[in-house]
């Protein structure tokens, strides 16, 4: 079945350190691929996407490209701020079909200190 | 402004008091679904709703009900709660033009005694 693999948090870092957030994920045909960011009492917001492989979505200084040799949509950002704090969930939806059903990681917490 | 409405946003009930968690989007949006979050487990689809009065199972349907007789509404009901349903629940759109992203809203906590 289709599956998105997250790295465990919690991640604890400092303001302007350098952030990953490693995701990998198993599917069948070709998914669409999505980060969410999910802040403190809110639903999810869409933070970025790529619909097919060697894309990169960027959006907010966050960046992930879409690898198909590595099945891996790693989240990435060259200096985190204390308002980037909140849970962001990998996510992957496949083409076609009639569910547009976005299969989720379980989540990755981030904390930002400064 | 594009919203997808939940309401409440928070519910305490009791075992088997049905209730029902109602869904809203003023984006006249084709494609809605209803999400569970539980810790370690992400979040869930339970059901979901192609268009008006066609509707379909998730992957955890079971102890839900859900109706889709106007475009824009799509309530979530639970006729009998049971306390393994106390989770934050997620109504979700989009539109057939372009599914995603989804819209979501701001979540419903609930908790089943």
């Known amino acids: 079945g289709n599956s998105v693999t997250q790295m465990e948090g919690p991640v604890t870092l400092s303001e302007e350190a350098f952030l990953t957030i490693n995701c990998t994920y198993t599917?069948?045909?070709?998914?669409?691929l999505f980060w969410y960011v999910q802040y403190p009492g809110e639903g999810l917001q869409l933070l970025l996407k790529?619909?097919?492989?060697?894309d990169k979505g960027s959006n907010k200084g966050f960046e992930a490209t879409y690898r198909k040799e590595t099945t891996s949509f790693h989240l990435e950002k060259g200096s985190v701020q204390v308002s980037d704090s909140a849970v962001y969930f990998c996510?992957?939806?496949?083409?076609?079909?009639?569910?547009?059903?976005?299969?989720f990681g379980k989540g990755t917490l981030l904390t930002v200190n400064p | 402004e594009a919203q997808v409405t939940q309401n409440p946003r928070y519910l305490i009930t009791v075992t088997g008091k049905k209730l029902t968690v109602t869904c809203s989007q003023n984006?006249?949006?084709?494609?809605m679904s209803w999400y569970r979050q539980d810790p370690g487990l992400g979040l869930r689809q339970i059901y979901y709703?192609?268009?008006?009065?066609?509707?379909d199972k998730g992957d955890v349907p079971e102890g839900y009900k859900v109706s889709r007789k106007e475009k824009r509404n799509f309530p979530l009901i639970l006729e009998s709660p049971s306390p393994n349903q106390t989770s934050l629940y997620f109504c979700?759109?989009?539109?057939?033009?372009?599914?995603?992203?989804?819209?979501f809203g701001a979540g419903t906590r609930l908790s089943v005694l």
């Open positions: 709703s192609m268009n008006v009065e066609v509707t």
């Open positions: 599917a069948t045909g070709y998914p669409s």
């Open positions: 984006m006249n949006h084709e494609y």
């Open positions: 979700a759109s989009s539109s057939d033009r372009d599914p995603t992203p989804m819209y």
């Open positions: 996510a992957l939806r496949l083409s076609g079909g009639s569910n547009y059903k976005l299969t």
């Open positions: 790529a619909t097919k492989a060697d």
